[in-house]
């Protein structure tokens, strides 16, 4: 949290400095915290056919963010935030064995990042709307897999980090955020954020794993979140 605040006050307050009176900066700087809704849109694709493997079902990962509003006019400003949080998906619970009638199989990707966003904004009242973009720096990836009912014992919960290579080091995100002033220093905030470039590593198709299988990858993703805040 820490190298989280120092990158985003280098980034920001010499901006902030040139456009305003230093008693004024605090005054737009906000911390956030929430949760939300992932969605990963799978395919794989080869000569005969194209099939999706998507992970929709409902599941709450953690983000926290630090943010900083700048106001250029009565109604008009622009959103700045540096965060942590995770994108990815969840399986729907599925049978993929079907000698084994009663086996059932789900997983779950999680990817980890570093987000720095910007979004030009609009304030009527308590009600502030924001779009624009993000760029996401992935830091860590993890597979959860659960296997149940399997008459050969390999059943229960694992996690698998050796699946890296599946993945882009980076991504790009455009969304739009509603954001309501409560009690004056707090605020709810919603976010709708939507990938907009391709989240399967560059190199997949030259990977002896994937080389072995003939086909490709394309893997896109989007998320959801509700942010509880305090603003200076």
Not at 180 to 193: D, F, K, L
């Amino acid at each position: 949290m820490k190298h989280l605040l120092l990158v985003y006050g280098l980034l920001t307050i010499p901006i902030a400095l040139a456009g305003q009176p230093v008693q004024n900066i605090i005054s737009g700087l906000s911390l956030e915290i929430g949760g939300g809704y992932n969605q990963l849109f799978w395919t794989y694709e080869d000569l005969q056919s194209s099939n999706e493997a998507n992970r929709t079902q409902f599941n709450v990962r953690p983000a926290f963010k630090a943010g900083y509003q700048f106001s250029f006019a009565r109604s008009f400003g622009v959103y700045t935030f540096v965060g942590y949080n995770q994108i990815g998906g969840k399986s729907e619970v599925q049978n993929i064995f079907p000698v084994w009638e009663l086996s059932t199989y789900e997983d779950e990707y999680r990817i980890e990042t570093i987000e720095f966003g910007l979004m030009p904004s609009f304030s009527r009242n308590k009600l502030r709307i924001s779009a624009g973009g993000k760029y996401n720096r992935h830091i860590n990836y993890t597979h959860i897999f659960n296997h149940q009912n399997r008459p050969d014992g390999f059943n229960g919960e694992n996690r698998n980090t050796d699946v890296d290579f599946f993945f882009a080091d980076q991504s790009v995100d455009l969304g739009i955020r509603l954001e309501y002033a409560i009690y004056n220093t707090w605020m709810i905030a919603s976010e709708a954020w939507f990938g907009i470039t391709e989240l399967s590593d560059p190199d997949l198709e030259d990977n002896p794993q994937i080389l072995l299988q003939g086909g490709s990858y394309r893997i896109r993703q989007n998320h959801v979140r509700i942010y509880l805040g305090y603003r200076f």
